[in-house]
């Protein structure tokens, strides 16, 4: 990133909002430097491969970063993200919570970016699958905390989600306040209990969240 475009970044709305988020929640300053090394890493992979339709500092550090960091103290254990797409949120949690991070997408390509995380900029913690959720589940690979973000509506995503949790395990699932809570039917179905809404507003920015909190029963 040359001087001009590295000055832009760190004079950006969004870049300070994550940066002030981040220092409220107790993390030091060099987390706000690695984020500034996956932007420069994010921007080179999508102009080669479409991740991502987001390409202005205040997105990429608002709606990819922050909407996918918010909720980390949700997060423990293993975890998997279900559609991960570019790597939002696996990367993101990754580098805050240093928990271990397992994305899955069934578009092979758009897991460049978590690939290069891992060469690239030594995020170890977070890797990628090319796989859908119900073969992965075949293989009776299960996880403390599954997770999914901006993938379907609820009712099909909690069935994506559910086999690869374990039984007493997490399904958190990203979703707008306009979105519903899954049916009585697919709840039964899935072998899941809803235990948690949570509602909030991303920091400075009017762009309201909620998110879906299941236990896996069985």
């Known amino acids: 990133m040359d001087p001009t475009q590295l000055n832009l970044l760190r004079s950006s709305f969004g870049r300070n909002v994550l940066k002030r988020f981040l220092s409220e929640n107790g993390f030091d300053d060099c987390i706000t430097e690695t984020f500034d090394a996956l932007t420069e890493l994010y921007l080179n992979v999508n102009s080669v491969i479409n991740i991502s339709s987001l390409k202005s500092f205040d997105d990429i550090y608002i709606k990819h ?19 991960c797409g570019g790597g939002f949120p696996s990367i993101p949690l990754a580098i805050v919570t240093k928990l271990d991070i397992t994305g899955i997408d069934g578009v092979g390509k758009k897991l460049s970016l978590i690939k290069l995380c891992n060469s690239e900029l030594g995020i170890k913690n977070v890797s990628g699958i090319h796989a859908r959720s119900e073969d992965l589940a075949k293989k009776d690979i299960l996880f403390d905390t599954v997770c999914a973000r ?18 007493g395990g997490k399904i958190l699932l990203y979703k707008t306040q306009n979105d519903e809570c899954a049916k009585t039917e697919t709840v039964k179905k899935t072998k899941t209990e809803l235990i948690d809404i949570n509602d909030y507003v991303l920091p400075e920015t009017d762009i309201k969240r909620r998110i879906f909190v299941y236990r896996k029963l069985a």
């Open 65 to 83: 970063y922050l909407d996918s960091v918010f909720p980390y103290r949700s997060f423990d254990g293993t975890c998997c993200d279900v559609g």
């Open 150 to 167: 901006a993938v379907a509506d609820t009712d099909k995503v909690l069935k994506h989600c559910a086999p690869l949790a374990r039984s």
